[in-house]
């Protein structure tokens, strides 16, 4: 069974910064991509960020580019959401998300596994 757990969310000044974490269990961690999205209130969730499997290739949401960086590791089946500069829009629950498909390809990612989001609150 694939489980995926977040933390590190909770409440920030504007400007101030945040890591969110996600450990997976129940898959081959190294093999899949993986991303991290958001639903902020009010609206649809929506992707923020992705990474390869080897965490080489990276790609973003303009809104959160040179901002928030994507990282993995892979000897502790954790990916990682840092997060810079944030404001009161990057108020939202974060997900993170694994590629079901084991695809090398962006475009034929699909995230089948989700975790249960964490809260993140940016006080402006």
């Known amino acids: 069974q694939v489980q995926l757990v977040e933390s590190g969310g909770g409440l920030v000044q504007a400007g101030g910064s945040l890591r969110l974490s996600c450990a997976v269990s129940?898959?081959?961690?190294?093999?899949?991509?993986m991303g991290w999205f958001r639903r902020r209130p009010g609206k649809e969730r929506d992707f923020v960020a992705g990474?390869?499997?080897?965490?080489?290739?990276?790609y973003y949401a303009d809104s959160v580019k040179g901002r928030f960086t994507i990282s993995r590791d892979n000897a502790k089946n954790t990916v990682y959401l840092q997060m810079n500069s944030l404001n009161a829009e990057d108020t939202a629950v974060y997900f993170c998300?694994?590629?079901?498909?084991?695809?090398?390809?962006?475009?034929?990612?699909?995230?089948?596994?989700w975790g249960q989001g964490t809260q993140v609150t940016v006080s402006s």
């Open positions: 998300a694994i590629d079901g498909t084991g695809t090398t390809l962006w475009n034929r990612v699909r995230y089948d596994y």
């Open positions: 990474i390869n499997w080897s965490g080489i290739s990276t």
């Open positions: 129940g898959r081959t961690f190294s093999r899949y991509y």
